[in-house]
């Protein structure tokens, strides 16, 4: 006699385990789908999906399968904003910058380029081998998500620097007096 192993950790409801399998997907999914995923009723799965999506965690989208759901963009990078700002001090993301920077300086020596348009319009170039033009395609999916990585942590210094002005710093080494000295 076997026993079905539970796919889920004990403790977990119905609630976490919609939310753990809507926010993990990268194509939108209807209800159903979600429900049998996180193996609850389609009625306990819609019901968890209404929330999140009025709460802007999930986007609702029409497909040919119907409605179905997908982690609102937004938010997300939002999260990731907050994320970076509560656990990173302003010189660990000044050094991420720096470190994205020269990254994007070496590819456009590397690849003789100036920007990532350039690079993404070389790929078609006729004198590239398959494999120079994957190289090149790698890159550019690199460049993408760096430029996505620089914009998170210049909105993160930002928002630090927001919140020590209003004195809710996220800054362990922020306090009071230093903030007066600075301004």
């Known amino acids: 006699m076997s026993e079905k192993q539970p796919a889920w950790p004990a403790g977990m409801d119905a609630a976490e385990r919609v939310r753990h399998v809507a926010l993990t997907r990268t194509t939108p999914r209807n209800a159903g789908w979600i429900a049998t995923e996180a193996d609850v009723s389609r009625d306990t799965a819609v019901k968890y999906l209404s929330r999140m999506a009025e709460q802007g965690d999930l986007e609702v989208v029409e497909t040919a399968e119907g409605t179905c759901y997908k982690p609102d963009p937004v938010t997300q990078f939002l999260d990731e904003v907050r994320d970076l700002a509560e656990t990173h001090s302003q010189e660990e993301l000044t050094a991420e910058l720096r470190d994205i920077a020269d990254e994007i300086d070496r590819w456009k020596r590397e ?41 998170a942590v210049r909105l993160a210094i930002g928002l630090t620097e927001s919140l020590t002005e209003l004195g809710a710093g996220t800054d362990p080494g922020y306090t009071p007096d230093s903030h007066l000295q600075e301004g």
């Open 111 to 151: 690849f003789d380029v100036e920007s990532l348009a350039e690079l993404r319009q070389s790929v078609g170039n006729d004198d590239l081998s398959a494999e120079q033009r994957r190289e090149r395609l790698d890159v550019v999916e690199g460049w993408e998500y760096d430029v996505e990585v620089r914009e």
